[in-house]
């Protein structure tokens, strides 16, 4: 796998252990530049299936690199969807109550600052931010989510795979992992891969074809391979592993909503979260990839109009055209497109 704390010449980065609120093991990975950072705190919250490293791609600009450059302080958190953890069948209501907060009081604590600012992706973005519509982030006041927060809008072959085959493949299996693609043992991951093989032809590299199958229905679905160099491509591969169908079957119901439902078992989580208004002052940055076959674009869309309703001028949406899902952040030219809208939107809150 990927070294988890290389983050290229002139950064080094510390790992630090904490506790979530059930007491589950997390990290928060610390990066630093040669000189000490003039902006404050922002934490970047990875999608599911992943890690924090997702953000330390092999390019000569990551966003991480972007940000300290210009001088913010960059904190990465591994929340228990991350795959440097053991594998747990997770929900968005435990990350909600239990991950971002305590992930967020570490950070403050540690940098000293009050405050902090979060850039958020995918379901690191849907679970932080029914942490922060819940009351329980008052320390965040600027949020920036990517592909999805409020709204859970997928593709109708996406909505047809959540609606009749998620239901099927949670009885058989707790987990979908996206390296099954390249090495898969056991029946039912021989059968799925074989499948994948049939299904996706877009690429030779069986953990982006898996991944596509895993989390839609896109040929590919989190990124166009234009958008990708050959090496990230290949990186890929040690970035994807074990996802728990616990969490597929969450945003089923999610989907079939139309936004952001809780599974019950979490009592400070509300059980539709739009159905109140936000419990935060907190600014609100969406991003969208134009062509995300993944979460299109339709769903930050109708998040920024609900947030428009409660705080009128607060929030901003941003829709970058040639974009889709995770390219936002490792896409060849993310420097120059996509990186600058979103440090300029964290330096507008200072």
């Given amino acids: 796998m990927n070294s988890p704390l290389?983050?290229?010449?002139?950064?080094?980065?510390?790992?630090?252990?904490?506790?979530?609120?059930?007491?589950?093991?997390?990290?928060?990975?610390?990066?630093?530049?040669?000189?000490?950072p003039?902006?404050?705190?922002?934490?970047?919250?990875?999608?599911?299936?992943?890690?924090?490293n997702i953000f330390n791609p092999p390019l000569p600009t990551t966003f991480v690199r972007h940000l300290i450059a210009r001088g913010h302080d960059v904190w990465l958190e591994n929340?228990?969807?991350?795959?440097?953890?053991?594998?747990?069948?997770?929900?968005?209501?435990?990350?909600?109550?239990?991950d971002h907060p305590y992930a967020v009081r570490k950070v403050c604590e540690y940098s000293g600052s009050a405050t902090c600012s979060a850039v958020i992706h995918c379901q690191g973005s849907t679970s932080f931010m029914m942490s922060a519509l819940a009351g329980l982030l008052p320390q965040v006041k600027l949020v920036i989510s990517n592909a999805v927060?409020?709204?859970?809008?997928?593709?109708?072959?996406?909505?047809?795979?959540?609606?009749?085959?998620?239901?099927?493949?949670?009885?058989?299996?707790?987990?979908?992992?996206?390296?099954?693609?390249?090495?898969?043992?056991?029946?039912l991951p021989r059968l799925m891969q074989l499948w994948v093989r049939l299904r996706h032809r877009e690429c030779d590299n069986g953990v982006c074809r898996f991944s596509s199958f895993t989390y839609g229905a896109g040929h590919p679905t989190l990124w166009p391979h234009k958008n990708l160099t050959d090496e990230v491509h290949e990186w890929i591969r040690g970035e994807f592993a074990d996802v728990p169908m616990s969490f597929f079957l969450q945003m089923r119901r999610c989907v079939q909503?139309?936004?952001?439902?809780?599974?019950?078992?979490?009592?400070?989580?509300?059980?539709?979260?739009?159905?109140?208004?936000?419990?935060?002052?907190?600014?609100?940055?969406?991003?969208?990839?134009?062509?995300?076959?993944?979460?299109?674009?339709?769903?930050?869309?109708?998040?920024?109009?609900w947030l428009e309703g409660h705080a009128p001028g607060q929030h901003r949406l941003h829709v970058?055209?040639?974009?889709?899902?995770?390219?936002?952040?490792?896409g060849t030219h993310a420097a120059r497109d996509t990186y600058p809208v979103m440090s300029a939107a964290l330096e507008q809150e200072a």
């Fill in 6 to 36: 290389n983050f290229g010449a002139g950064l080094s980065a510390d790992l630090i252990p904490f506790s979530a609120g059930d007491g589950m093991a997390l990290s928060l990975i610390h990066v630093r530049g040669a000189e000490p």
């Fill in 38 to 52: 003039t902006r404050g705190p922002v934490l970047l919250v990875h999608g599911a299936g992943v890690r924090a």
């Fill in 79 to 98: 929340w228990r969807a991350s795959i440097d953890l053991p594998r747990n069948e997770w929900t968005l209501d435990q990350a909600a109550v239990h």
């Fill in 149 to 187: 927060s409020l709204h859970t809008v997928v593709p109708q072959a996406g909505l047809g795979k959540l609606k009749y085959l998620v239901p099927i493949v949670a009885r058989l299996t707790p987990y979908l992992d996206p390296r099954w693609g390249d090495h898969a043992t056991g029946v």
């Fill in 257 to 305: 909503r139309g936004n952001l439902v809780a599974t019950g078992t979490e009592p400070a989580i509300p059980a539709d979260l739009a159905a109140q208004p936000p419990q935060t002052d907190a600014r609100f940055v969406l991003i969208a990839g134009a062509i995300n076959d993944c979460f299109p674009a339709e769903g930050q869309h109708r998040t920024f109009k």
């Fill in 320 to 330: 970058i055209p040639g974009y889709g899902h995770l390219d936002i952040f490792i």
